[in-house]
């Protein structure tokens, strides 16, 4: 059965950083692109960053980009998120999901990935 289960959320001051954890159990997820989502209270899941099966090509949601960071250990089936200088707009619940397609180079942005953590919650207060 596949699993991914994400880590590392928390409450943290305006600032702060964080770093998130996504670890893959149930298949090798090393062939596949791999993403970050958040969902806001009363708002629409939305990207934030992706990474390619290699770790050769990234890509950010403009509201994160150069304060968030996405790598991946394919030895461990695990993905990443460093998030530092974080707002109070970027509290929400962040999801890992991983997208089918071997081996492809480009990063999806979109929501059509085919597998999906439960979430971790990231609270920043003012």
């Known amino acids: 059965q596949v699993r991914l289960v994400e880590s590392g959320g928390g409450l943290v001051q305006a600032g702060g950083s964080l770093r998130l954890s996504c670890a893959a159990s149930g298949r090798t997820f090393t062939p596949y692109g791999m993403g970050w989502f958040r969902q806001a209270p009363g708002k629409e899941r939305e990207f934030v960053a992706g990474?390619?099966?290699?770790?050769?090509?990234?890509d950010y949601a403009d509201s994160v980009k150069g304060r968030f960071t996405i790598s991946r250990d394919n030895a461990k089936d695990a993905l990443y998120l460093q998030m530092n200088s974080l707002k109070p707009e970027d509290t929400a619940v962040y999801y890992c999901?991983?997208?089918?397609?071997?081996?492809?180079?480009?990063?999806?942005?979109?929501?059509?990935?085919?597998?999906w953590g439960q979430g971790t919650q990231v609270t920043v207060s003012s």
């Open positions: 999901a991983v997208k089918g397609g071997l081996y492809v180079e480009a990063v999806e942005k979109s929501l059509r990935y085919d597998y």
């Open positions: 990474i390619n099966w290699s770790g050769s090509a990234t």
